[in-house]
């Protein structure tokens, strides 16, 4: 769930009390953990984690992040959305790690200006869209992917099962319209699990082929591969 999102249900629930808050997004991470290929426990720590986050970068400044969407997957970190000032683009992302539950940062914050209610309710939209596709897909487990869009950027997260299952969900997101690009910070199962050779170190992956997108430079930011 986006930050707008979450705003909006935040402030329907708010009437019945903190408590209220605190059981829904519990209950919401023991359903979502049932069916996803991970533990109730990664679900609970991606889902307070993004609050947190969310929370910090509005009690920063609601003018300057307020269309910075924050999404949290096994542990890793998307930004998304706008800011005016490339300080703010910085800032954002050091709050994110501010979290102790954060394994790595995706900075994909854009500067520019405002985009408007019509601008993000388009890219909603084609979130809805995206999401309708892989849950028709036979061959996507669709509860793996988390789906963030800005201005027609498709963003994949989640666990794929297979590089073949990546692929094919990436090809789904790409026909529906208004999408002009899909990139993935998608973790393949099958990479993961995989022994490592006994002369190698094995390193976690997002993306099909992990060792070009981390760079070579100790700072070098995350990069997603796009589609």
Do not use: H
């Not at 605190?22 to 609050?51: F, N, P, Y």
């Not at 992302?93 to 102790?100: F, M, Q």
């Not at 793996?144 to 297979?162: C, H, K, P, Q, S």
Request: glycine fraction near 8%.
């Amino acid at each position: 769930m986006n930050l707008r999102l979450a705003a909006a249900a935040l402030a329907l629930v708010l009437p019945l009390g903190g408590c209220a808050v605190a059981a829904v997004g519990a209950a919401s991470a023991v359903g979502l953990a049932a069916a996803k290929d991970k533990t109730l426990g990664e679900s609970v720590d991606d889902t307070t984690a993004s609050t947190e986050i969310k929370t910090k970068l509005l009690a920063e400044s609601l003018n300057r992040f307020g269309e910075v969407d924050v999404e949290v997957n096994n542990g890793l970190v998307l930004l998304s959305g706008r800011v005016d000032d490339p300080t703010d683009r910085v800032q954002a992302e050091g709050i994110a790690w501010t979290s102790t539950r954060v394994m790595d940062v995706a900075n994909e914050i854009k500067i520019e200006p405002a985009g408007g209610f019509m601008a993000n309710m388009s890219d909603e939209l084609i979130s809805s869209r995206v999401r309708a596709r892989l849950i028709g897909s036979s061959t996507v487990k669709s509860l793996n992917y988390n789906i963030e869009t800005y201005d027609g950027v498709v963003y994949l997260m989640g666990t794929a099962r297979t590089a073949d299952e990546l692929k094919r969900a990436a090809e789904e997101a790409s026909v529906v319209g208004g999408v002009r690009q899909v990139v993935s910070y998608v973790r393949i199962r099958e990479l993961v699990q995989r022994p490592a050779a006994p002369t190698t170190q094995a390193a976690p992956s997002y993306n099909p082929t992990p060792s070009p997108t981390y760079g070579t430079e100790s700072d070098a930011e995350l990069l997603g591969v796009s589609y």
